[in-house]
């Protein structure tokens, strides 16, 4: 495709369900990130990969959010026993390099956790 | 830390009046720094971006942003608004020297445009 896809746009969940996010970045682009947006707030990096490598997930905010690149293209965001606080919007960037600093990014999918 | 300080949370401007959201950045060495526009309901779009050189930069959409070291600030400009840059703006610096791999935005100014 011509950029970044994110599916669902949107999701509910009650508290407590299990969420998979998905990002399909732009196709040959090695470098994914994913951010969290609060309502009113900036961006805030939640994680990086490098192909299949997850070389940083210090934005993580607990062990209950996982996120994964099995085969170095689509990744997907895992939130388990969501909670309230996990509503925002999670977008999804791809950059063709490590280094490449040009991130683009996807629509987002908006949760909300009821 | 690196942090990012967009001062405006809203600015409102008349259409073809000039426009400047500042953003000042808490770095110790020079960030690259980048301005991102966000519509409603879209993802974010990057508008321009300095990484070192001249420190004019120009962007799409007629915006244009300059770097001032001595002020730590990246403020983003446009001679003249039209409704369609209605939107929030988003200002954000990435460490220069490796490191922290995302980027680091500042809350976001909204930008609301007058008839």
């Known amino acids: 495709g011509a950029g970044v896809s994110q599916s669902p746009r949107y999701k509910v969940a009650k508290r407590g369900q299990d969420v998979a996010l998905r990002c399909d970045p732009i196709?040959?682009?090695?470098?994914l990130f994913w951010y969290q947006q609060a309502l009113g707030q900036g961006p805030e990096f939640l994680t990086y990969f490098q192909n299949e490598a997850q070389l940083d997930k210090s934005g993580l905010p607990s062990d209950r959010f996982f996120a994964e690149r099995p085969e170095g293209s689509v990744s997907t965001l895992k939130i388990q026993r969501t909670q309230q606080e996990d509503s925002a919007v999670y977008l999804c960037?791809?950059?063709?390099?490590?280094?490449?600093?040009?991130?683009?990014f996807g629509p987002g999918t908006r949760l909300t956790v009821t | 830390a690196q942090s990012v300080t967009q001062p405006d949370i809203h600015i409102t401007v008349s259409e073809g009046a000039s426009l400047e959201l500042r953003c000042n950045y808490s770095?110790?060495?020079?960030?690259?720094l980048f301005w991102y526009v966000q519509s409603p309901g879209q993802g974010l779009q990057l508008l321009l971006k300095y990484f070192s050189g001249d420190t004019l930069v120009q962007g799409i959409k007629g915006f244009e942003a300059e770097f001032k070291r001595s002020q730590s600030s990246f403020n983003l400009r446009k001679p003249s608004v039209h409704w369609s840059d209605a939107a929030e703006y988003f200002c954000?610096?990435?460490?220069?020297?490796?490191?922290?791999?995302?980027?680091?935005f500042g809350k976001g100014t909204h930008l609301i445009i007058q008839p």
């Open positions: 196709s040959g682009h090695v470098s």
């Open positions: 770095y110790g060495a020079t960030p690259y």
């Open positions: 960037a791809s950059s063709l390099g490590r280094r490449s600093y040009e991130q683009y």
């Open positions: 954000a610096v990435l460490l220069s020297g490796g490191g922290a791999d995302g980027l680091t």
